[in-house]
């Protein structure tokens, strides 16, 4: 099964900073990747599909970028509302499986 | 509205059985493939299972295979979940999702989930 390794596990972040997010495949998975996020008590939501596409309704200050192995989720501004947990997910072979989760904190 | 809500939920005991139920509404359910992911308390999100839109194909994780089995009612709009040997490992919020496959393959609606407890 391939393995996806998110980094860093957990930040701490102010309102306004640029945050970053990757997330690491154990190979090559084309731009087979998503991306969502979830807050204490709700069910996932998802932010990108296709490793860079932005579901509609999701904030422009959220984007994904890369392809093959690594790739990456960027909140350009962090908002209050953006304090959650986010995962990644591959969608190249069964199983399908996600990464570890990244929990972005309030400083 | 376009949701879904499960349904099914409890407490078990080891080495029992629970068949989880998951209502779609507002969407041609016929359609789309669809998916369970657990998580348990305090953890990350695991996938579960998937099937197509016809119920033809199905798939599972390893962590499940041979004990755990997902099928659908079309007709009835629903997606099932029948989970047999259940182990204290089980015990987590099952969520059904729904697959869209253009431009890639991802979830893009959840329901609230059901919470299984596996414990004597």
């Known amino acids: 099964a391939i393995q996806m390794t998110q980094s860093p596990s957990s930040l701490s972040a102010s309102v306004g900073d640029r945050v970053t997010i990757t997330c690491r495949a154990s190979?090559?998975?084309?731009?087979?990747l998503s991306w969502y996020q979830q807050k204490p008590g709700r069910a996932p939501k998802l932010l990108i599909f296709?490793?860079?596409n932005l579901q509609s309704g999701v904030p422009s200050r959220f984007s994904g970028s890369g392809s093959g192995t690594d790739f990456t989720l960027t909140i350009g501004s962090l908002q209050p509302e953006d304090f959650a947990t986010y995962y990644c997910?591959?969608?190249?072979?069964?199983?399908?499986?996600f990464g570890q989760g990244t929990t972005v904190e309030i400083k | 509205e376009v949701q879904l809500l499960e349904s099914g939920g409890g407490l078990v005991q080891p080495g029992g059985s629970l068949r989880l139920s998951c209502a779609a509404s507002?969407?041609?359910?016929?359609?789309?493939?669809m998916s369970w992911v657990r998580q348990a308390p305090g953890k990350g999100l695991e996938w579960v299972s998937a099937?197509?839109?016809?119920?033809?194909?199905?798939y599972y994780a390893d962590s499940v295979k041979g004990r755990f089995t997902i099928s659908r009612d079309n007709a009835k709009n629903s997606l099932y979940l029948q989970m047999n040997s259940l182990r204290a490992e089980d015990t987590a919020v099952y969520y059904c999702?729904?697959?869209?496959?253009?431009?890639?393959?991802?979830?893009?609606?959840w329901g609230r989930g059901t919470l299984v407890t596996v414990s004597s």
């Open positions: 999702a729904k697959v869209t496959q253009r431009w890639g393959w991802y979830f893009d609606l």
């Open positions: 099937i197509s839109g016809s119920g033809g194909s199905t």
């Open positions: 997910l591959h969608d190249y072979n069964y199983p399908r499986t």
């Open positions: 296709g490793a860079s």
């Open positions: 507002g969407f041609t359910f016929s359609s789309y493939a």
């Open positions: 190979q090559d998975i084309g731009s087979d």
